[in-house]
């Protein structure tokens, strides 16, 4: 049952980051739902009253934004359900043990990358040969350029000039900049487990990866990770000295580093978009750091619920048209008004708080990564990232807390747990000396 257990949790990580066209349709969704409800069956899980409520609430919510709007949203509440549901079943079949299991998961992901990211280096077209028979993408990006995903990688020749043209490591996602933010999760997470050095083969090859997606989201996330997690553990004033240091010279390098202050400026100066979408029509894009203005007006109309999941409106200067975002904060806050924004900042709020008593780690870790990266992409449609968005809510009661990195000292363990490291074990709790 634990081959069973991790299988699902592999499948529900790749399919997630939507590497396939395949992974992106309807009927994806709805055999997500039934594989989940086959192994709540399976395993004997029920249905509890947080699970309950959060659906009640957002169909709720669905049935709400028709009656405000007139266009009703089958597809939200069937999108939004398969999150819920997944999350709340794997937090269920790995309790708190969900952390080291997407760690261990991502660093197996993470050497296969790197593997799939030294071959593109030596022969990117080479390798689109070898790997084409393989390729299920669906067609998935090809208005790009060369595409394909195999399930535990991708590849494409979008390598661009911001990298002086070297491939960029897209993982299993379907491209660099998602499969930075998992790293940095699964960094964050494993440095919480560790009891002392961060130095550690995990370690190396989560870094690696990372540096090898050249991605701007996730260096400037791990960035501000780090700079947070030393300052909230520094104890005395000249332990600062060296974040300080670290911090000014990330500044001073910063815009001179093209594919890192290149593409901010890049991004921070190009305006608001019409372009065609797919199935025809046009969309108004709002990019990832330009569509405030747009967000406001839509707020402007309706505060409560924005444009009621229609992301539709009528905008100065451009009329009535759809609009989208590449930021979670932009498009909750502009498709789900106030209401969206507040249950997304309450469930990551509570989240965080309970994973920094887990681990006696610095409480706004998890605030930080997930706020961050809103900023460049839509996280908030990503399954995977709901497990940890909702181990707050669905997980009242922690049945592990490991030693924190802030007092290290003998660990005295209860007599019945003696051969387990510093964990409560059947209600014997462990002590920090």
Not at 356 to 383: A, M, Y
């Amino acid at each position: 049952m634990k081959l069973v257990s991790s299988l699902y949790l592999f499948f529900v990580l790749v399919v997630s980051m939507e590497g396939s066209l395949y992974y992106r349709t309807p009927v994806m969704a709805v055999a997500r739902v039934s594989l989940a409800g086959i192994t709540m069956l399976l395993f004997g899980i029920k249905p509890t009253r947080p699970l309950v409520k959060a659906l009640v609430v957002w169909i709720l919510f669905v049935f709400a934004s028709a009656a405000v709007s007139g266009d009703f949203k089958p597809s939200a509440i069937l999108f939004m359900t398969m999150r819920f549901v997944e999350a709340f079943v794997l937090l269920k079949l790995f309790k708190d043990k969900i952390f080291s299991s997407y760690v261990n998961l991502m660093l197996v992901l993470a050497f296969i990358s790197l593997v799939g990211w030294m071959l593109s280096v030596i022969d990117l077209n080479g390798l689109f040969v070898m790997l084409r028979p393989f390729d299920f993408s669906g067609g998935f990006r090809e208005q790009y350029g060369d595409y394909l995903h195999i399930g535990v990688f991708t590849l494409h020749d979008r390598v661009g000039h911001f990298t002086n043209y070297i491939p960029r490591n897209s993982g299993f996602c379907w491209e660099p900049g998602p499969f930075s933010i998992l790293l940095t999760v699964a960094i964050m997470i494993h440095w919480s487990l560790m009891k002392k050095s961060k130095v550690s083969p995990v370690s190396l090859i989560l870094l690696a990866a990372l540096a090898t997606t050249f991605s701007t989201t996730g260096y400037l996330i791990f960035f501000g990770y780090v700079v947070y997690d030393y300052w909230s553990r520094a104890k005395k004033l000249i332990y600062l000295v060296p974040m300080i240091i670290v911090v000014i010279a990330g500044m001073y390098l910063f815009p001179r580093v093209e594919f890192l202050g290149g593409k901010v400026e890049a991004y921070m100066t190009q305006e608001a978009y019409v372009a065609d979408k797919y199935g025809g029509g046009d969309k108004l894009h709002g990019s990832r750091l330009v569509g405030l203005p747009l967000v406001l007006q839509d707020l402007s109309r309706n505060p409560i619920m924005g444009t009621a999941l229609t992301g539709e409106n009528s905008y100065e200067g451009i009329g009535y048209i759809q609009s989208s975002h590449l930021n979670s904060l932009f498009t909750i806050t502009s498709t789900m008004g106030l209401f969206g924004l507040f249950w997304w900042l309450f469930f990551l709020t509570k989240s965080s708080m309970k994973m920094g008593q887990v681990f006696s780690s610095p409480p706004l870790s998890l605030i930080l990564i997930i706020f961050l990266g809103s900023f460049g992409f839509n996280l908030h449609t990503w399954s995977i990232l709901w497990v940890f968005l909702m181990y707050g809510y669905f997980m009242k009661h922690s049945s592990i807390r490991y030693p924190s990195r802030l007092h290290m000292g003998p660990v005295v363990v209860d007599q019945p747990c003696r051969d387990m490291p510093a964990v409560i074990c059947r209600g014997q709790q462990s002590r920090i000396l």
